[in-house]
């Protein structure tokens, strides 16, 4: 009985033991979320006139801090309400991680801004260590503008107390 016991006791501490390990181990998993929508004003940020777009390529690139060697990419397409999810492996504690805009399904709202102050990307940290406990990691909307603002625009501007002046 003694015999059957400490055999028990083993395997349970074994068992223990394994499951430490392989949790220890394991690789972390991310899922990256955002939104790709059609800036209707070209003014770089959602209004009420945006539009979500479905079927728009995105990519998440992660690089080396240093020398900027390409470590990690995927690519994803948005649902019919604009919205992708990107399941990433692994942790890229020492790298910098962005999502960029790859195609537009609409050829009338394709045009990614090359202006100074523009948002090309969107930074995300996928990393373990840096205190979000969620998996999930929400990347900022990223926009392609449309080739020509809507008519509703400069309201749309003044609603929200910018002077449409030198911006449509």
């Known amino acids: 009985m003694a015999r059957s016991l400490q055999a028990v006791i083993f395997l349970t501490t074994a068992l223990c033991f394994f499951y430490l390990h392989s949790s220890v181990r394991a690789d972390p998993h991310f899922f990256v979320q955002g939104q790709v929508y059609c800036d209707t004003c070209r003014i770089q940020f959602i209004t009420r006139v945006s539009e979500f777009l479905p079927g728009a390529k ?13 470590t990690y990419s995927i690519e994803g397409e948005t649902d019919q ?69 809507l008519s509703e625009c400069p309201e749309v501007l003044k609603e929200l107390g910018i002077l449409p002046t030198g911006l449509i």
């Open 58 to 70: 995105v990519r998440l690139e992660c690089r080396d801090r240093e020398g900027g060697r390409l």
């Open 81 to 149: 309400a604009g919205s992708y999810k990107l399941p990433v492996e692994g942790d890229h504690e020492a790298e910098v991680c962005e999502v960029r805009l790859i195609k537009s399904p609409r050829p009338d709202c394709s045009e990614i801004s090359q202006g100074i102050f523009a948002r090309r990307s969107a930074r995300i940290s996928l990393a373990s260590n840096n205190g979000i406990a969620s998996k999930d990691r929400l990347a900022n909307p990223l926009g392609f503008l449309k080739t020509d603002s």
